[in-house]
């Protein structure tokens, strides 16, 4: 008998090749494999026989295809999130958006939320877990993306707040239901340059649309940037996330467009968040 122990230790030797978190990949897709929690699983199970599903699973990830989308499920900002390919994995980078907007948020907390580009929901779940309060609009472009972002919104007790709405910013009256709304908007847009060269479970899995933003991954803040101001209340303001190197880019944009604005940084010392208001 093999057991749950000893494949565990032959699957990390074999993801170290592709994967920084070898060991933590082989015990996710196994507790994925038993239908169980990671941690239930190394206290309780691990002299059992392995599971004949385990090895199709491994078979993906050599394949590189990231650990989110063969367990269906990714976490941020402490919340459980379904993902598909239809949508981004969220990443630990984008929750500096929410560290920005608690700081900006301190004195008043924001009463309506916007979410541009939402994808699996995580920004706009994220900031109603921490303003009870706030009601939140989530808008994407794609059908599939809203409706993981419509599931994750209803598991995890947010619907009476959030609404979503099919919406793309690359046509022209779309702002017209938006004027002057929102306290808050979170944005997490495309914003690779279409030639950049990316890890093969980014490129190969994750959905285009949501990476790619023309030569120098600027198209998608040349639209929004413009129209900020109109969207936001008196007090409101926008926080966007930026990729490497991207910051006096955006930041020049938002000043022509009349916006002030600010930069917190991610754990890695990066910009990662721009903070506008009018």
Not at 63 to 75: D, F, R
Not at 206 to 212: D, I, Q, R, T, V
Request: some cysteine.
């Amino acid at each position: 008998m093999t057991t749950i122990a000893d494949t565990l230790r032959h699957a990390a030797e074999q993801l170290a090749a592709i994967s920084d978190t070898a060991r933590l990949d082989a015990e996710l897709l196994m507790a994925h494999a038993l239908n169980m929690d990671r941690g239930a699983m190394l206290l309780h199970k691990m002299q059992d026989p392995a599971p004949a599903l385990f090895g199709p699973l491994l078979l993906r990830r050599l394949a590189h295809e990231p650990i989110a989308y063969i367990i269906g499920k990714a976490e941020f900002w402490s919340l459980t999130l379904n993902v598909t390919p239809d949508v981004l994995i969220p990443r630990g980078d984008s929750e500096t958006l929410i560290e920005a907007a608690l700081a900006e948020c301190k004195a008043q907390a924001p009463a309506t939320v916007l979410d541009l580009g939402t994808g699996s929901g995580a920004l706009i779940c994220a900031a109603l877990s921490e303003w009870p309060d706030a009601k939140g609009v989530a808008i994407d472009a794609s059908e599939q993306a809203l409706y993981i972002a419509e599931q994750n919104i209803r598991n995890l007790g947010f619907a009476d707040r959030c609404q979503t709405q099919h919406q793309s910013w690359r046509t022209t009256d779309w702002q017209d239901k938006h004027n002057h709304c929102y306290d808050l908007i979170l944005c997490n847009p495309p914003y690779v340059e279409t030639t950049a060269e990316l890890a093969s479970e980014v490129r190969d899995f994750e959905p285009g649309s949501a990476l790619f933003a023309g030569s120098e991954g600027m198209d998608d803040y040349a639209i929004l940037i413009p129209q900020i101001a109109n969207m936001l209340t008196p007090y409101g303001i926008a926080i966007f996330e930026i990729g490497m190197g991207q910051l006096d880019a955006v930041g020049n944009m938002a000043k022509q467009a009349g916006l002030s604005c600010s930069a917190y940084n991610d754990l890695a010392n990066i910009p990662r968040a721009i903070v506008m208001r009018v």
